[in-house]
């Protein structure tokens, strides 16, 4: 079965073109939907931001990297260069297979689209910028593997000021996430599954 084609809404990110579908919500906008996505003060609205342009740039040139295109460090922010070369050193230590790279997938059984960093056959990889770990990239991941249709899920947190180690797979996962996407995805806002996540500290 050949997957649909996607495309990204220009005017809008919470949602994707699906051929043969149309107009189709992203993960993140039901996850925001479900109120399953923090709401963040004006006070650290900046903070937000910014990190998210550093993030922003460490994919960028991850993507690069995956897909075998040059890319210059010199190009980006200096603090998202630390970022790339613990990536980097990631890589050189593990190397795992990988046949998509920022490919959106879309789930038709509940009908959203989500996009993995990278994955194979088995896995969905996700990789992290954040100085804290979050129980949300638990769902994010889920939602992909659901999405992909594959056994595992990883996500790669990079963490290069760190004096030991410069990155780890995240411990962010809970034994409801898998089910939590699913409610979520059917509105089913106070379903079980959800609220025994809400409930993880």
């Not at 990278?118 to 990789?127: L, S």
């Not at 780890?168 to 939590?180: F, G, I, R």
Request: charged share 25%.
């Amino acid at each position: 079965m050949t997957a649909p084609a996607i495309s990204f809404d220009a005017t809008d990110d919470d949602y994707c073109f699906v051929a043969g579908r149309g107009r189709v919500r992203r993960w993140h906008k039901v996850a925001r939907d479900a109120g399953l996505a923090p709401n963040f003060s004006d006070m650290v609205y900046e903070r937000v931001v910014n990190a998210k342009h550093r993030g922003r740039q460490v994919h960028e040139a991850i993507e690069l990297f995956l897909k075998r295109q040059p890319f210059d460090c010199t190009q980006i922010a200096e603090e998202a260069v630390p970022f790339v070369h613990a990536f980097l050193h990631y890589w050189q230590h593990e190397r795992p297979i990988v046949t998509q790279v920022e490919t959106p997938i879309y789930c038709a059984e509940l009908d959203y689209c989500t996009t993995p960093d990278f994955r194979n056959a088995e896995y969905v990889y996700e990789i992290k910028t954040q100085s804290e770990r979050s129980k949300l990239w638990g769902l994010q991941t889920a939602a992909q593997q659901l999405a992909a249709g594959v056994s595992r899920r990883a996500v790669i947190w990079l963490r290069p000021h760190l004096k030991t180690r410069c990155w780890q797979y995240a411990d962010c996962y809970s034994p409801h996430d898998l089910d939590v996407v699913r409610e979520a995805c059917r509105g089913e806002y106070d379903g079980p599954a959800i609220t025994a996540w809400k409930a993880i500290k």
